[in-house]
């Protein structure tokens, strides 16, 4: 039997019963098993460097940079920290700085979800929104009240650009997407391209532009129940067979 192809999936530090861990929610591995794929937990560290970062992605065939409760740090992207903004990772940020031009060197297969998203577009130079909901004429894109079932369910609508990799995996124009986050795009990074966008203007999906693989991002969480969304299983599809390539 083939080996599968390995996934690295960034991890979140969190604390745990009292002691410092590295964490990611059984959605994301879930995911990436569904389609074929064997997910690998890597731990971060505040002092990653390039060289580091190199040597320990090129033993993988694809990069998961996950959603989390935490945001990037707006020092990153040059802004002052709004009242909104409380939770922060700095370890995983300085991960996921090395390991995104890393991936990218490598012409590995990038996926970014949510966090994910904002980190890449952080990574070109762009900048973020730490409160969406206050910017006017944008929606409250955080997350309904409810159970999970009512948090993830699609809530608005997606127009896909065409031409786009994103277009190029799901032939419709659009879809409906769930919406978790408070933070968005505010700044496109220089040397990424638009792939869909929500009803107010918000971007939503994200491309590297010039990429020598499949490297998209989105701020929706397509991880979950990929299988009973046609556009969230034609994004995993397209993951899943880049990585099968890039072996």
């Not at 098993?33 to 990653?48: A, F, I, M, Q, S």
């Not at 991936?103 to 970014?112: D, H, Q, T």
């Not at 894109?141 to 409810?146: A, D, I, V």
């Not at 107010?200 to 929706?220: K, T």
Request: charged share 20%; glycine share 8%; net charge negative.
């Amino acid at each position: 039997m083939q080996n599968r192809p390995l996934v690295a999936v960034i991890a979140c530090r969190r604390e745990v019963e009292g002691h410092p861990a590295h964490m990611v929610t059984d959605k994301y591995l879930t995911a990436l098993r569904t389609y074929g794929l064997d997910p690998v937990v890597l731990p971060v560290w505040e002092d990653t460097d390039p060289d580091h970062a190199r040597r320990l992605l090129s033993h993988f065939d694809g990069l998961l940079l996950t959603g989390s409760h935490t945001n990037v740090e707006p020092a990153r992207y040059g802004a002052k920290r709004a009242p909104e903004n409380t939770r922060d990772d700095k370890d995983r940020d300085a991960a996921a700085m090395a390991w995104l031009p890393a991936s990218l060197e490598r012409g590995m297969p990038l996926l970014c979800i949510c966090r994910g998203f904002q980190e890449l577009n952080v990574a070109f130079g762009g900048t973020l929104y730490q409160a969406v909901q206050n910017q006017p004429g944008k929606l409250d894109h955080r997350e309904p009240e409810g159970d999970a079932e009512q948090q993830y369910a699609p809530t608005h609508e997606l127009s896909i650009e065409p031409g786009g990799v994103l277009a190029g995996l799901y032939p419709e124009r659009g879809a409906r997407v769930n919406s978790l986050h408070q933070q968005g795009i505010d700044r496109l990074g220089d040397g990424l391209s638009v792939e869909g966008v929500a009803p107010d203007g918000l971007i939503e999906a994200i491309s590297v532009r010039d990429a020598s693989a499949f490297a998209l991002g989105v701020q929706w969480h397509p991880e979950w129940q990929p299988t009973s969304h046609p556009l969230y299983d034609a994004i995993f599809q397209g993951f899943a067979a880049a990585c099968v390539n890039s072996r």
